[in-house]
């Protein structure tokens, strides 16, 4: 009987769940966030579709093992290294693009003090209302634009493959730089605050599949930008005349007056603006208030 209890207690210690502590469910949890992070990540990029064949090769070698086809294996041990290093070579950009986007969480950029931003760098009302005033007129006038608005990543490296202007931002001169048979009208202009800094700028054309077929290389090339960095950026449709906006890797399309007003409003941040204006309006009233309350007590005392 005893031997029967001590194999059924071994037997049972096989089913045993180790001991969990808080620290193992925490480790857990970040695990699981960062996996679907990476998933979420590959899904609209070329490396999805090569964890889709790993994932039919491991069925091959599981298929191989069980048979044990030994040459299989011994050619996919000899392999193993080789293919490593081509997989990492593949998704080169990929990976790079990846290692960028953690650099422009606002977590990051809090945590970092060199990686702030100052608020002067946001445009004002008046250049908001001369990119939509301008952005509406190309459209009616069937002129295709693409305009990148520099947020907090910056842009030099795209300036580089244009033209510099440094001229600032109106109707006129955009509508002037995107005329048809025009010197600057090829490529994309950077807006900086309320300046635009360079024309005919070369952007990185986006590899996602979820863009539409009937839209063409300034769509895709404005949904790269933003993909790599955190800049908003307005396309003007030359065959439709339609105006669409590419922010955070999502394209939104065929926007009116209002709507475009809103994603402006959100790229120029103006509530970090005003909430410095209001922090800085109530020092300079405690200031003046301990200014009233000095003279007061001087006046009292004469």
Not at 30 to 50: D, E, S
Not at 90 to 96: C, F, G, N, S, T
Not at 226 to 244: C, L, P, R
């Amino acid at each position: 009987m005893n031997v029967f209890f001590s194999s059924a207690a071994e037997y049972l210690n096989l089913f045993r769940l180790p001991r969990i502590g808080v620290l193992d469910v925490i480790e857990m949890i970040v695990l699981a966030f960062l996996l679907y992070q990476v998933m979420v990540w590959m899904r609209n990029t070329r490396a999805w579709a090569i964890v889709k064949g790993l994932f039919v090769l491991l069925i091959f070698m599981a298929l191989a093992v069980m048979f044990n086809m030994t040459t299989i294996i011994w050619i996919a041990k000899s392999l193993f290294t080789l293919l490593a290093v081509a997989i990492v070579v593949a998704l080169q950009p990929e990976i790079r693009r990846l290692i960028e986007s953690l650099g422009q969480k606002n977590l990051l950029s809090a945590l970092l003090s060199f990686d702030n931003k100052n608020v002067e760098g946001r445009f004002s009302d008046k250049t908001l209302n001369e990119l939509i005033s301008a952005c509406f007129e190309m459209g009616r006038a069937r002129t295709g634009a693409l305009i990148v608005i520099e947020q907090n990543t910056p842009l030099e490296e795209y300036e580089k493959t244009g033209i510099p202007v440094d001229g600032i931002v109106t109707s006129q001169l955009l509508i002037n730089i995107f005329e048809h048979n025009t010197p600057l009208h090829d490529g994309a202009i950077i807006v900086r605050g309320d300046r635009v800094s360079a024309a005919t700028c070369y952007l990185p054309l986006s590899d996602s599949r979820s863009i539409s077929k009937e839209l063409g290389t300034r769509h895709r090339a404005a949904l790269g930008i933003s993909e790599n960095t955190d800049s908003m950026t307005i396309i003007v449709s030359e065959e439709t005349g339609k105006v669409s906006v590419a922010y955070k890797g999502e394209l939104y399309r065929s926007l009116d007056v209002v709507e475009l007003r809103k994603k402006l409003e959100l790229a120029q941040d103006k509530r970090r603006v005003e909430k410095n204006i209001i922090s800085k309006t109530k020092k300079d009233r405690k200031k003046k208030g301990k200014k009233d309350e000095g003279e007061a007590s001087k006046e009292l005392g004469s």
